[in-house]
């Protein structure tokens, strides 16, 4: 790891790309810039999912929301 | 508030000078601690002050409904199967922890937020609703849990709510995740109450020493058996741990040069869990063998289980029990609230830290407060059926995973943001089979319990 030193002196990264973590990265005030809640305010740029990526999530999220819906169910039928 | 100071040296004004916030000379103060403990190679040294997010997850978890879940589980098949059972499940919480951990570590972020930007507002909130659906049902069930516990003692609901919520607000207090940290993991570490209690029921070692050479699948009612296999696993690896530990390791400041410590804190958290959590069930299994699985006999909607230990196993195993009972739910209460908080400033975009002040990250501390309210109104309603609320708020969680999990994985392996930290392949392979394990069990309970409820098939 390396000494912390001023934030003044350490350039700002683009926030269009997500920075690649590094070892030994230069702190500033015992933080990693990242830390900074600055640079955590910026949002990290979104991923592309494919379309088979989003049919499986949907699957998955509709699948959880049936069987959901059937413990709930389930519950509310015994209380009474 | 104490002064921030390291080495002597007062941190605010130097933070000020370089356009740091006070959030950020909190967490400075925090790492200027661990960069001095590995400067000076105090291992132990930083192994304390690394410790934390994973033992809390998993301690947190073994929360009240799931050590009633290992308790029911206990007096309904006793020992066998349920004890590796146990074991194999918080192996797989290791495994899902670990990789939230490393996210938030190596990404500074918690879930919540990288969920939302990453992929988009509507996974994001829907990680979210599912967070907080589950959060407060399982911090009804939590109040539960203390309730039960209390009225062992005597004591009656409003007491019970009273202790969950002032807990909220004094650990919150103070503006330091340090203070809030620390104090938690003081309280958690009385889960061991559990193994106290296991002890005292005097359970025989051997059958104990057998049950985890994988004794035969337990027989008796299919639905039953789904329910306390569901409830088991959702009694190990739930939502708010996933947004709690990424959440509370960024909240932290952990970086990618404490990861080797983070998977330490995780194990040890998990192997603590698994045998306080065994430790429930042994406490339990004691009523198999004395008839005394009746548990409604005594009373509590179901969840009287002191009462019935005490009336098997004598007073000190039974007061131990429902302290530890009191103690899991009051853990949980803190650890869940700051799950929906960090969620709640993540998904909305506001300051979510501990390090900050409630002036300035007001709906972070609402969020903390409000939902332990909430919950903590309910279970003052009576008549509550609580053994039914505390199963059923760990199979929804169960049932909620699989997506969380999915989530999980793809922010572990997603190389743009944690560059040489992503999966191997062999935790990918683990992760996915996990996901499907879970989602198989959850969606069994589901379906049987539900075709069974509207008569398309026999009850049972």
Same mark, same amino acid.
């Given at each position: 790891m390396?000494?912390?030193?001023?934030? *003044?002196?350490?350039?700002?990264?683009?926030?269009?790309?997500?920075?690649?973590?590094?070892?030994?990265? /230069?702190?500033?005030?015992f933080l990693e810039q990242e830390q900074l809640v600055s640079d955590r305010a910026i949002a990290v740029p979104q991923a592309r999912l494919g379309g088979r990526a989003q049919a499986a999530l949907w699957l998955l999220r509709i699948f959880a929301l049936i069987v959901s819906f059937m413990v709930i169910y389930t519950f509310v039928a015994q209380l009474s | 508030m104490a002064p921030l100071e390291t080495a002597g040296h007062s941190l605010e004004p130097v933070a000020a000078g370089v356009g740091l916030t006070h959030e950020d000379a909190v967490r400075s103060l925090d790492r200027s601690r661990v960069f001095h403990a590995r400067r000076h190679g105090r291992h132990w040294s930083l192994l304390w002050l690394l410790a934390g997010p994973g033992i809390?997850?998993?301690?947190? /978890?073994?929360?009240?409904?799931?050590?009633?879940?290992?308790?029911?589980?206990?007096?309904?098949?006793?020992?066998?199967?349920?004890?590796?059972?146990?074991?194999?499940?918080?192996?797989?919480?290791?495994?899902?922890q670990e990789m939230c951990m490393r996210v938030g570590a190596v990404t500074h972020r918690g879930y919540g937020e990288l969920v939302l930007q990453r992929y988009g507002k509507v996974w994001g909130w829907f990680s979210a609703g599912d967070l907080a659906f589950t959060n407060l049902v399982t911090l009804i069930a939590e109040f539960v849990a203390i309730r039960v516990g209390m009225a062992y003692f005597h004591l009656g609901a409003p007491v019970a709510a009273a202790l969950g919520v002032v807990l909220v607000l004094f650990t919150m207090s103070g503006g330091r995740y340090w203070r809030w940290e620390r104090i938690v993991l003081g309280m958690a570490l009385f889960n061991g109450l559990f193994l106290i209690s296991a002890i005292l029921v005097k359970p025989h070692w051997g059958s104990v020493a057998h049950a985890l050479t994988f004794t035969p699948f337990p027989g008796g009612s299919f639905n039953t058996l789904l329910l306390l296999l569901a409830s088991?696993?959702?009694?190990?690896?739930?939502?708010?741990?996933?947004?709690?530990?990424?959440?509370?390791?960024?909240?932290?400041?952990?970086? +990618?040069?404490?990861?080797?410590?983070?998977?330490?804190?995780?194990?040890?958290?998990? %192997?603590?869990?698994?045998?306080?959590?065994?430790?429930?069930?042994?406490?339990?299994?004691?009523?198999?063998?004395? *008839?005394?699985? *009746?548990?409604?006999?005594?009373?509590l909607a179901g969840a009287g289980f002191p009462a019935a230990i005490r009336a098997v196993s004598g007073g000190?195993?039974?007061?131990? #029990?429902?302290?530890?009972?009191? /103690?899991?739910? @009051?853990?949980? %209460?803190?650890?869940? +609230?700051?799950?929906?908080?960090?969620?709640a400033g993540e998904c909305i975009g506001v300051s979510r830290s501990f390090n900050n002040s409630?002036?300035?990250?007001?709906?972070?501390?609402?969020? *903390? @407060?409000?939902?332990?309210?909430?919950?903590?109104?309910?279970?003052?309603?009576?008549?509550?059926?609580?053994? +039914?609320?505390?199963?059923?708020?760990?199979?929804?969680?169960?049932?909620?995973?699989?997506?969380?999990?999915? #989530?999980?994985?793809?922010?572990?392996?997603?190389?743009?943001?944690?560059?040489?930290?992503?999966?191997?392949?062999?935790?990918?392979?683990?992760?996915?089979?996990?996901? @499907?394990? %879970?989602?198989?069990?959850?969606?069994?309970?589901?379906?049987?319990? #539900?075709?069974?409820?509207?008569?398309?098939?026999?009850?049972?």
């Open positions: 390396t000494a912390p030193r001023d934030i *003044n002196t350490t350039p700002r990264a683009s926030a269009q790309q997500p920075r690649r973590p590094s070892e030994g990265a /230069e702190l500033i005030m | 809390l997850a998993m301690l947190g /978890e073994n929360d009240g409904p799931s050590m009633i879940s290992y308790a029911a589980t206990g007096a309904t098949y006793g020992t066998g199967f349920f004890v590796p059972f146990i074991a194999v499940t918080f192996a797989m919480a290791i495994i899902c088991t696993i959702g009694a190990t690896v739930t939502p708010w741990m996933i947004f709690f530990q990424q959440g509370a390791s960024a909240d932290k400041g952990m970086t +990618s040069a404490d990861i080797k410590h983070g998977r330490w804190d995780t194990v040890a958290g998990g %192997v603590l869990a698994a045998i306080f959590g065994i430790g429930a069930l042994l406490a339990g299994a004691a009523l198999l063998t004395h *008839n005394g699985a *009746n548990i409604p006999d005594h009373g000190p195993a039974a007061t131990v #029990f429902a302290l530890g009972l009191i /103690e899991a739910g @009051a853990v949980a %209460v803190l650890t869940i +609230s700051a799950s929906t908080a960090y969620a409630p002036r300035h990250a007001l709906i972070f501390y609402l969020a *903390n @407060a409000g939902v332990a309210l909430i919950a903590a109104a309910i279970i003052l309603i009576p008549g509550a059926p609580l053994l +039914s609320i505390a199963l059923n708020a760990n199979v929804l969680a169960a049932v909620l995973l699989p997506v969380a999990l999915v #989530f999980v994985v793809m922010l572990a392996n997603d190389r743009d943001l944690m560059g040489k930290w992503v999966n191997k392949r062999s935790t990918n392979v683990i992760a996915i089979t996990i996901i @499907a394990f %879970v989602a198989i069990f959850a969606a069994a309970y589901g379906i049987d319990s #539900f075709l069974g409820t509207v008569h398309i098939i026999g009850a049972g």
